[in-house]
Every structure is written in structure tokens, then in C-alpha cells.
């Protein structure tokens, strides 16, 4: 158990539809990661929080993506009008600082679009 | 051509055996990452490196920076080493802590 929980485990979802994910990182980190990982691939990088401030996206977060961490807390990441491209593993990571030895990687949430 | 490059893509060995998975890069970085993924998805991180060499049990990394090449070496390598191995660079640009960039991970699979 890494202690970051991410929900939920799995998502089928139909073309066009809205979903959302939830990470609970570790409860003192300050920074937390969102990536997305196809089969085959390395992890790619989405968006990261320092406390609630979202500091970075990458250009592969389309307009119909967003991401909060509205408490600083927890954060969530939406897909809107989800596409076929769209399905992926899903990771959350946090860590204390920014140059934290440990990464803490949570189970990720796995998304099929049909 | 990726930023980060590993080697080999695909790794088998017998138990016992001396393993080394290598990962270089062609941008500047502030410190490397070598995480283990199991199947299913659970990553943990193994090593962050900025310098130098550093030992944790069986498993040792490397890095060179100015040669932009690090390796992860496990040592008498067992059933339970069978994972994906990725390596990830973290960038060091306009003092943002910037971001990770991965790479497509070596898959190992040790036989007993």
C-alpha cells in the first residue's frame, strides 16, 4: 500500500460521456502529479499541483481536460465528451517536496472508452 | 528521436544472474528517477539520482551526467525482480522543478 488511493480502479464509459477521477494523495505531500499511461508506453505527464495551485500542464491536456486540488487536498481530473483516444491507465503521484527522494504512485485508474 | 531512451526494451535472464538496464537522455535534467512497475499497473520508486552512484539491497544505480547515461544494475536477480523498469528524467528549466519525462520501460523477466 502506497498510500495514495486513486478511484475509481476502473471506468467503462461510452464515447461523448463526461467522467471524472479522484486522488487522495498522502496526506502531508505538497505536490501532486497526474500522468496517463498507454499500453506499452512510459508514463506521460499531464499536470501538477503545488498545495491547491496548478502550476504546469502539458500540452496534451486538451481543452476538454481539467484538473482541481480545490483544498489543496485531494484532486480530481475530468474528461469531458471522452474520446476512444482517451483510454488509458490514469496515475496519480505525490510527493512532499519538489526534490522529494520518493515519488508515491497510486494504483491508477483505467479508463475504456467504447 | 525520444528524450529518454532505454535499453533493452525486453530483458531475460536465470535467477542468480547479473542484470543491467540502461537509460540515456539528450536533455538537461536535475535528477533521474528509476521506478519499478508490477503488472496491474503499481508503481514504486526505487532511486532518485542527481550524481554519483547509489545502493539500496541488491539493486544498484548510476548516473554520469555529463555522458547523459545512467544504468540500474541488480544484483543475483530473482523471480520476483519481473517487472517493468522505467527510468524518468526530471527537468531543470526556468527554476520550475518543471515535470518527469519517462521512458517506455525495460521489461524483465527472470526465470527460475
Known amino acids: 500500500d502506497t498510500g495514495v488511493s486513486q478511484n475509481p480502479r476502473h471506468k467503462i464509459t461510452k464515447r461523448g460521456q463526461n467522467v471524472t477521477f479522484r486522488c487522495d494523495p498522502i496526506?502531508?505531500?505538497?505536490?501532486l502529479y497526474w500522468y496517463r499511461q498507454t499500453l506499452g508506453q512510459g508514463p506521460e505527464f499531464l499536470t501538477y499541483f503545488q498545495n491547491e495551485a496548478q502550476l504546469e500542464k502539458s500540452r496534451l491536456l486538451s481543452d476538454r481536460f481539467s484538473a482541481e486540488r480545490p483544498k489543496g487536498s485531494f484532486s480530481t481530473l475530468e474528461i469531458q465528451r471522452t474520446e476512444q483516444g482517451d483510454s488509458a491507465m490514469y496515475l496519480c503521484?505525490?510527493?512532499?517536496?519538489?526534490?522529494?527522494?520518493?515519488?508515491?504512485f497510486g494504483s491508477g485508474t483505467q479508463l475504456s472508452v467504447l | 528521436k525520444n528524450e529518454v531512451e532505454q535499453s533493452p526494451q525486453n530483458l531475460t535472464a536465470q535467477e542468480g544472474e547479473f542484470i543491467t538496464i540502461n537509460c540515456s537522455y539528450s536533455v538537461g535534467i536535475s535528477a533521474l528517477h528509476w521506478l519499478q512497475q508490477h503488472p496491474g499497473g503499481g508503481i514504486v520508486s526505487l532511486f532518485m539520482?542527481?550524481?554519483g552512484k547509489k545502493k539500496h539491497g541488491r539493486l544498484i544505480a548510476t548516473i554520469n551526467i555529463q555522458e547523459k547515461h545512467s544504468s540500474l544494475h541488480i544484483t543475483a536477480s530473482h523471480p520476483r525482480d519481473s517487472a517493468v523498469y522505467i527510468c524518468a528524467v526530471l527537468l531543470n528549466y526556468g527554476g520550475s522543478q518543471g515535470n518527469l519525462i519517462f521512458g517506455k520501460g525495460t521489461k524483465l523477466s527472470v526465470k527460475p
Open positions: 503521484a505525490s510527493s512532499l517536496t519538489p526534490r522529494a527522494e520518493k515519488l508515491f
Open positions: 496526506s502531508e505531500h505538497n505536490r
Open positions: 539520482l542527481s550524481s
